[in-house]
């Protein structure tokens, strides 16, 4: 009786939606990938890496507003959940469709809990949640500043990080390299706590990642 009693208090773990889609999301992973194989090609590097079980942290470099598109298209057993700043929703027509896109608006100007909790949600339900921590396309150098919301959001998640570098904005029939990395275990910070020491902990670590992943891709070269 006891351990009847037992599993009926567990509650349910939901399962991560693979087979989600949706018309629009189709249809821009569709242009990706025309895109991406003739007028603006990609290489990405170690796309296999893409295959980690959701729920993630899918977090990259900001080069230009492409950069959503690029990423959608290598994952392909989940539909990412972006968070984008909410001067996007210029009109309601925009902002249906980045509704669609299962866009997370956040206001960057002010301490946004609500966007917040609807990306700690997201991650609950077992989703990818698809991050800039750079906050801006417009700066002097790679993760010059990371934002400490997406470090804050990894911790309390206690989700893996995949760091992915996008080597430039696109380019007219030249290759745009991307670079994926090895999904970043962060337990051991988790198990420090949550302080502000972790946090920063965290985002120097995420930085020293994409330096890495920078010096990969000049390597190649």
Same mark, same amino acid.
């Given at each position: ?13 939901? /399962? ?10 189709? $249809? ?11 007028? $603006? ?27 959503? /598109? ?11 959940? $972006? ?48 991050? $800039? ?89």
């Amino acid at each position: 009786m006891s351990n009847k009693a037992e599993e009926k208090k567990e509650p349910e773990k939901k /399962v991560p939606a693979e087979k989600e889609r949706t018309f629009l999301y189709t $249809f821009l992973r569709m242009i990706a990938c025309v895109n991406g194989h003739t007028l $603006f090609p990609v290489k990405y590097h170690h796309k296999e890496r893409f295959n980690l079980q959701a729920p993630y942290i899918c977090m990259s470099n900001h080069q230009s507003a492409y950069d959503p /598109v690029t990423l959608a298209y290598p994952c392909k057993k989940y539909e990412v959940r $972006f968070v984008g700043k909410k001067e996007l929703n210029i009109n309601k027509f925009v902002a249906w469709v980045l509704a669609k896109l299962h866009m997370i608006t956040v206001d960057r100007h002010n301490s946004d809990m609500a966007a917040m909790r609807l990306c700690a949600k997201t991650l609950r339900d077992g989703y990818v949640l698809g991050i $800039f921590p750079e906050g801006t396309r417009h700066h002097k150098d790679l993760m010059e500043e990371v934002e400490t919301g997406a470090a804050v959001l990894a911790l309390r998640a206690k989700v893996p990080i995949l760091p992915v570098y996008i080597e430039s904005k696109p380019r007219f029939l030249r290759v745009n390299h991307v670079y994926i990395g090895e999904p970043m275990d962060i337990s051991d910070l988790c198990a420090q706590g949550f302080n502000t020491e972790v946090v920063e902990a965290l985002c120097s670590r995420i930085r020293d990642t994409f330096f890495e992943l920078r010096k990969e891709c000049q390597e190649r070269k």
